[in-house]
């Protein structure tokens, strides 16, 4: 379970010192359980990555808290992260190791001995369909190979909560088809909390059983994808996300001149 409360965030908007700072996140607030996919859903800018960030303990958070599994990510930083697996939007493979040889290498950086890593390799290729990558240098892997491999090396160490951040940019429909598939096993056959960001609605419309609609850093509304229609009165999940992200006015047609 990922658990997040009052989270803030702001940075320098530039150069200037008279210039405001850009405020990513104001007062979040929001709960990913276990054995369900929750999505944050917003435009760019909404905070999604920022959030994301701060829950992966890659950045500090100027106020609130975020908890894995209890666990204080500010407070104990190294034991939440061995409680998580991370896709970020920065994929990181080394270009000269082979696929298996990213994999088995972070999962010895979590700790794992090395005959476990390997074994772990070995059965997440199954899961992911990328045998015939692993003995591959990454280096000009394809996107869909790209995300296949940064995935496998996410789960590696078998972690309770799963962390993607937009996964499917730049992925062709077979990859992204591939995704959606791995992260439901996830959910239905070993109960994780798996949390992704996305300014794509129709993946979130397929793959959540939960949604954070971000907008300005904050959370506008949260529910399941009927809840949040019912709140809307919409039966087109496009048209209630922009009442909910945009507001009435955003999604009112615009009168004939």
Same mark, same amino acid.
């Given at each position: ?106 999962? *010895? %950086?979590?700790?794992?001995?090395? @005959?476990? +890593?390997?074994? $772990? &390799?070995? /059965? ?81 419309? *397929? %793959?959540?059983?939960?949604?954070? @609609?971000? +907008?300005?850093? $904050? &959370?506008? /509304? ?36």
């Amino acid at each position: 379970m990922i658990e997040v409360q009052a989270l803030c965030k702001q940075f320098a908007s530039g150069p200037g010192r008279r210039a405001p700072p850009v405020q990513a996140v104001d007062g979040l607030s929001f709960t990913a359980a276990d054995g369900c996919i929750t999505g944050l859903l917003g435009p760019n800018g909404a905070g999604k990555t920022t959030t994301l960030r701060i829950a992966a303990g890659l950045i500090g958070a100027d106020a609130g808290q975020v908890r894995v599994d209890g666990i204080d990510v500010a407070g104990a930083p190294a034991a939440a992260q061995a409680r998580m697996g991370v896709l970020s939007d920065a994929r990181g493979l080394y270009p000269r190791l082979t696929a298996r040889e990213n994999i088995v290498y972070y999962g *010895r %950086l979590h700790g794992l001995p090395a @005959v476990v +890593a390997r074994r $772990r &390799a070995e /059965a997440l290729a199954d899961m992911l369909a990328m045998r015939e990558l692993l003995d591959r240098r990454t280096e000009g892997f394809s996107q869909g190979e790209r995300m296949k491999t940064a995935l496998a090396r996410a789960l590696v160490h078998d972690p309770p909560n799963i962390v993607l951040d937009e996964p499917t940019n730049g992925l062709d429909v077979l990859a992204t088809r591939a995704l959606r598939q791995t992260l439901r096993r996830l959910r239905d056959e070993q109960g994780k909390c798996i949390v992704f960001s996305s300014h794509v609605m129709q993946e979130v419309e *397929r %793959l959540c059983d939960r949604v954070v @609609v971000m +907008a300005g850093g $904050r &959370a506008v /509304a949260e529910g399941t994808l009927s809840e949040l229609a019912a709140r809307t009165g919409q039966a087109d999940f496009e048209e209630t996300f922009v009442r909910l992200a945009y507001g009435q006015a955003a999604a009112a047609p615009q009168a004939a001149p």
